[in-house]
Nanobody, 128 residues
Framework: EVLLVESGGGLVQTGGSLRLSCAGSGLTFADYVIGWFRQAPGKERERVACIRGIDGGSYVTDSVKGRFTTSRDAAKNTMYLHMNNLKPEDTAVYYC?????????????????????WGQGTQVTVSS
């Protein structure tokens, strides 16, 4: 069974930084694309970023480009979402999820494929 666990959320002031972690078990990250999603109260879930485990190919949505990046630590089976210059509109519950995919455009995989094995989420709150 694939299990993903997010951590690293918290309360931060505008302009601050956080690093979210997505630790996986029951899977080999090299065989998957890991996606980061967020959902704010009253809003639809939004795809934020994706990273392909086998080569680190990544996608970041336009609304966070230049502020958010992704990375991976294969030895730890962990993916990270590095969030800088946080804004109040970044406040949301952040989730990671996985899809088995090792090839193809990372943009296409991130935007078109269905992700599964959702984690429980971690709350990020950015105060103004």
């Amino acid at each position: 069974e694939v299990l993903l666990v997010e951590s690293g959320g918290g309360l931060v002031q505008t302009g601050g930084s956080l690093r979210l972690s997505c630790a996986g078990s029951g899977l080999t990250f090299a065989d998957y694309v890991i996606g980061w999603f967020r959902q704010a109260p009253g809003k639809e879930r939004e795809r934020v970023a994706c990273i392909r485990g086998i080569d680190g190919g990544s996608y970041v949505t336009d609304s966070v480009k230049g502020r958010f990046t992704t990375s991976r630590d294969a030895a730890k089976n962990t993916m990270y979402l590095h969030m800088n210059n946080l804004k109040p509109e970044d406040t949301a519950v952040y989730y990671c999820a996985a899809v088995a995919r090792t090839w193809g455009s990372i943009d296409r995989v991130c935007l078109r494929y269905e992700f599964g094995s959702w984690g429980q989420g971690t709350q990020v709150t950015v105060s103004s």
